[in-house]
């Protein structure tokens, strides 16, 4: 096996082993606060008359809840920091996946904009043959927000939530990636809108229901052209 | 005008060549950008650096977003009134091109003035 490959199962393993003692601890942590939360209650409310159990037994399991809490806090906490170190050591290889699934993400959006362009477009021809009503402006509209939102996502436009994943995704490579990619989606995007108006010029219905058509067809052609010129990046190491 | 006649259905052949030559200018800015034209293929290795190439792709990415904006306006004005967004085209297609051909003046002349 390889040596990145033994690093990245290892890193797996690691990770794997570090989550599941997150996760013990968490529910010990619930298991005891609940018992030494319950049994100081009891001591508290219930008169001692009315103990269904001795009082020291009460108190015994009010110190084993606040021993339990205190141990499993102690061991939450420490699996939670290893984890946080784990991913930083691993974060090249965490982002690498981050960025993969993210172009996975693009190319796959084709399929909700096939539907809206499919579902959409003989409403919009509807209203640009001065018929239609509020259901076609909605699905017409829909047909276009597709698109843009890809093409956005492309430019890494309006990603602010992202912050966080950021420093894992946008290193200079890909940058240069998206500059090239998003040059070729200008270009087809110029070509197919010279195209539209030739063609609104002899017919302009036929033209404006084409527009969603071009946008759609110019973001995919710069998501698969980022998407290739990122996995040969890749390939090449 | 030549546009708005031929929209209405009263455009002659004079009219058509006018139309075909707005989009046509549209082009020649972009393929400058681009060193598509006769020069930038002739001078190609003087003209090709690492800063023209980012600069290029940071001109075209805005000139995308602009393009992809006007496009999108086009087609909601479509929706309403189609010879309205036909009257449209030419003023997007140009003025995506200026706006590249703008972006990328300006940041070759920053660079040149850092140098300076």
Not at chain 1, 93 to 107: K, P
Not at chain 1, 146 to 169: D, F, N, Q, Y
Not at chain 2, 65 to 88: F, K, N, Q
Request: charged share 20%; aromatic share 8%; hydrophobic share 50%.
């Amino acid at each position: 096996m390889s040596e990145p490959e033994e690093d990245r199962l290892a890193m797996i393993r690691s990770e794997h082993d570090r989550q599941r003692r997150f996760l013990l601890g968490v529910l010990g942590l619930a298991l005891f606060l609940g018992l030494a939360i319950a049994g100081g209650l009891i001591l508290l409310i219930v008169p001692a008359s009315e103990q269904p159990v001795p009082v020291w037994a009460l108190a015994v399991v009010v110190l084993t809840g606040a021993i339990g809490t205190a141990i499993s806090g102690y061991a939450t906490v420490r699996a939670r920091a290893d984890l946080i170190t784990d991913r930083l050591r691993f974060s090249e290889s965490y982002g690498d996946g981050l960025q993969r699934q993210r172009n996975h993400a693009l190319l796959f959006m084709a399929v909700p904009m096939a539907l809206f362009l499919v579902s959409g477009l003989p409403q919009a021809w509807k209203l640009a043959s001065g018929q239609g009503e509020t259901f076609n402006w909605i699905a017409a509209y829909l047909s276009i927000f597709v698109p843009i939102t890809v093409g956005l996502t492309l430019a890494e436009i309006g990603t602010g939530k992202m912050g966080r994943m950021k420093r894992h995704l946008d290193d200079e490579m890909t940058k240069l990636h998206r500059k090239q990619a998003l040059s070729l989606a200008f270009v087809a995007m110029l070509a197919g809108a010279t195209g539209t108006y030739f063609l609104g010029l002899h017919h302009p219905a036929a033209a404006v229901i084409v527009i969603p058509i071009v946008i759609a067809g110019a973001v995919q052609v710069g998501a698969l052209r980022f998407v290739l010129l990122e996995r040969e990046a890749e390939r090449n190491g | 005008m030549a546009v708005s006649r031929i929209v209405a259905g009263e455009g002659d052949t004079g009219d058509f060549l006018w139309a075909a030559l707005l989009p046509l200018c549209a082009w020649i800015v972009p393929l400058m950008v681009l060193g598509w034209d006769r020069e930038g293929q002739r001078d190609r290795k003087w003209l090709e650096d690492e800063l023209t190439r980012e600069w290029r792709g940071r001109a075209l990415s805005l000139g995308f977003l602009v393009l992809m904006a006007g496009m999108s306006g086009l087609y909601l004005v479509g929706l309403y009134r189609p010879e309205w967004a036909i009257l449209g085209f030419p003023v997007v297609l140009t003025g995506a091109a200026g706006v590249v051909g703008l972006r990328y003046a300006w940041l070759d002349g920053q660079a040149e003035g850092g140098d300076e």
